[in-house]
């Protein structure tokens, strides 16, 4: 079966553009994470979806950071005035089981270049 | 706070050779334990898993673990190195009584011929 897909894979924005980043988790996954990967750094979590139901966005780094998942499959992780602090790998993860630490199937990730 | 370390940023192995990624976490309850590894231009992968029971897991592509509590370790080994497993591997610790998996900074594995 097709495992987590995310779009676009590149992305480069100017400095203050807002951008929106897509994923595509396994059909039936409950849970879906956001990670941000700065180089030469291992991922870091933004925030966690049980279907629909944002449940930690403690990582998400400022207000301008924004993510849903309205109908509890495809997520949107959208960035406002771009910074290029913003500048990473955004990993979109997902997995079949609500508990906690469960293992996770990630996508190839989105990277974003902020000019 | 939970945390992971990676103390080898990179690592260099012969083909053939043995390997041992070492990984060192901190939290106060048994962890859960995971091992990725993460090829250019490839999502993360997961190589194996601890959740409880026998210390020693099994995972895919000929990877071991080791969970040690007393060191507070879980130590990555291979017997014998393959070109293809030069990647980059991650070692995380599951959030139990939240929703995070905190990563390590990672190891790059170098294989030499």
């Known amino acids: 079966g097709a495992g987590v897909s995310q779009s676009p894979r590149y992305k480069v924005a100017k400095r203050g553009q807002d951008v929106a980043l897509r994923c595509d988790p396994i059909?039936?996954?409950?849970?879906l994470f956001w990670y941000q990967q700065a180089l030469g750094q291992g991922p870091e979590f933004l925030t966690y979806?049980?279907?629909?139901?944002?449940?930690?966005k403690s990582g998400l780094p400022s207000d301008r950071f924004f993510a849903e998942r309205p109908e509890g499959s495809v997520s949107t992780l959208k960035i406002q005035r771009t910074q290029q602090e913003d500048s990473a790998v955004y990993l979109c993860?997902?997995?079949?089981?609500?508990?906690?630490?469960?293992?996770?199937?990630f996508g190839p990730g989105t990277r974003l270049t902020v000019l | 706070a939970q945390s992971v370390t990676q103390p080898d940023i990179h690592i260099t192995v012969s083909e053939g050779a043995s390997l041992e990624l070492r990984c060192n976490y901190s939290?106060?309850?048994?962890?859960?334990l995971f091992w990725y590894v993460q090829s250019p231009g490839q999502g993360l992968q997961l190589l194996l898993k601890?959740?409880?029971?026998?210390?020693l897991v099994q995972g895919i592509k000929g990877f071991e673990a080791e969970f040690k509590r007393s060191q507070s370790s879980f130590n990555l080994r291979k017997p014998s190195v393959h070109w293809s497993d030069a990647a980059e591997y991650f070692c995380?610790?599951?959030?139990?009584?939240?929703?995070?998996?905190?990563f390590g900074a990672g190891t790059r594995l170098f294989v030499k011929a």
């Open positions: 979806f049980q279907n629909e139901a944002q449940l930690d």
């Open positions: 995380a610790v599951g959030q139990t009584g939240g929703f995070k998996t905190i």
């Open positions: 059909s039936g996954h409950v849970s």
């Open positions: 939290y106060g309850a048994t962890p859960y």
């Open positions: 601890y959740f409880s029971g026998d210390t």
């Open positions: 993860a997902s997995s079949q089981q609500e508990q906690v630490g469960v293992a996770q199937y």
